[in-house]
């Protein structure tokens, strides 16, 4: 079973219609004894990073979430998901995250031409970095939808694939079993379905 976090952020239910398009159980729960019980975590995340980081530590999802991390089990975060990953955001100020992945994130308009459009919004191909069992059924070159405004720095160690942006955007990201996808799986067609049904195969660390 796939437990997919809710803390009051995210496109949750397009990503429960997901992994059923593929063939898995996946349940959308703010209750930390239904994550314990489920075999792989998803944290999602749409919006500001200061109200997201907040609602997930007032609910208790995040010392849900890393404890099972701590324990070994998959945990994919997306698009904010992915960000709340990190040490730091400073989108409007400076605000702490999880921690699971060494790293900050920052405003995506300092490193892009003024001519590209913020937030970044469309269909780009991947560029990978590290062979990952996250992409098997994928290609380098194969298109995900992105929406967002800030980016992953200063994590190099842990980026899995890239794309173009008018700078080298940080797509996805993995420390052990801790994965992150800047793009959204949900919304990516075949390919992110192919993402989450390799996610869907990952085993425990």
Known sequence: MIGIVDYGVGNLFSLQSSFKMIGQDAVVTGDAKVLAQSDRIILPGVGAFEDAAAKLRETGMADAVLNEAEKGKPLMGICLGMQLLFEKSFEYGEHEGLGLISGNVTDLRKD????????????????????????????EGDF????????????????????????????????????????????????????LRAFCELQEE
Do not use: M
């Open 112 to 139: 892009i031409p003024d001519s590209l459009k913020v937030p970044h919004i469309g269909w780009n191909s991947l560029s990978f970095k590290k062979e990952t069992p996250l992409f098997k059924y994928i290609k």
């Open 144 to 195: 995900v939808y992105f929406v967002h405004s800030f980016y992953a720095t200063e994590c190099s160690d842990a980026i899995l694939a890239t794309a173009e942006y008018g700078t080298e955007v940080t797509a996805a990201v993995c420390r052990d079993n801790v994965y992150g996808c800047q793009f959204h799986p949900e919304k990516s067609g075949r390919v992110g379905l192919d993402i």
